[in-house]
């Protein structure tokens, strides 16, 4: 089982419609990846937060999106507005964060599956 | 911008044939690959990691490592049917947080 939980499994919204999603790292984990995964294809990166701190984010998330992480056991990531195109799977995953994080092995939760209709 | 390129897009091997997939990448700076398997778009389980140029084996898994040629290979030793799945190279520089995915490789284990 994976060591990254994320709630909900399923979410169904309507166009123009708030989504919320949540993610609960591994437990000692500092650092928390998204990504996004449409149709079974690559995943493509949303936002880093290390300590809690957004780090590095695509331009979509910083027009579109909310992510916070509120605490070192939670974060959560919204869409404001929801549009078809964003209907996909949100993977959430995280690292020990130290040492050079790109060093570091993620692991990733089952993911919140989005469906916008 | 790193690209990472995943070949072939698909591959059905007998069970117990030796099944190999390859990933190249466009940063030669880049330090940190890994290999991944998705099963039916659920969450992602780490196969290896390597750091460095040359092999490096974790069970049935082999990565093989070159960097002057920008390439990255995944070795599957005796696959069996539950192998089935949609296989993920991930690429990143030093002290980068993020990793790049390839588009993956769908492979499938034949009985």
């Known amino acids: 089982d994976a060591a990254v939980t994320q709630k909900p499994r399923y979410l169904i919204k309507m166009k123009g419609q708030e989504a919320e999603m949540k993610c609960i790292p591994e437990?000692?984990?500092?650092?928390v990846f998204w990504y996004q995964q449409k149709q079974s294809k690559e995943l493509k990166f949303l936002i880093y937060?290390?300590?809690?701190?957004?780090?590095?984010q695509i331009d979509m998330v910083k027009e579109r999106f909310s992510a916070v992480c509120p605490s070192s056991s939670l974060c959560s990531l919204g869409i404001r507005t929801c549009e078809a195109e964003d209907s996909a799977l949100y993977l959430c995953?995280?690292?020990?964060?130290?040492?050079?994080?790109?060093?570091?092995?993620?692991?990733f939760g089952s993911g919140t599956r989005l469906t916008v209709l | 911008q790193q690209k990472v390129q995943q070949s072939p897009e698909s591959l059905t091997v007998s069970e117990g044939a030796m099944a190999s997939l390859n990933c190249t990448f466009s940063?030669?700076?880049?330090?940190?690959f890994r290999w991944y398997r998705q099963h039916s778009a659920k969450g992602l389980e780490v196969l290896v990691s390597?750091?460095?140029?040359g092999e490096k084996e974790e069970g049935r898994f082999t990565a093989h490592l070159n960097r002057a040629n920008l390439h990255v290979s995944l070795h599957i030793r005796e696959p069996q049917p539950s192998d089935s799945a949609v296989y993920l190279c991930?690429?990143?520089?030093?002290?980068?947080?993020?990793?790049?995915f390839g588009q993956g490789t769908k492979l499938s284990i034949k009985p």
């Open positions: 995953s995280s690292s020990q964060g130290t040492g050079g994080v790109g060093a570091e092995t993620l692991y």
């Open positions: 940063d030669g700076t880049s330090n940190n």
């Open positions: 390597i750091f460095s140029d």
């Open positions: 991930a690429v990143s520089g030093y002290n980068q947080g993020k990793l790049i």
């Open positions: 437990k000692g984990h500092t650092a």
């Open positions: 937060f290390q300590n809690q701190q957004p780090l590095d």
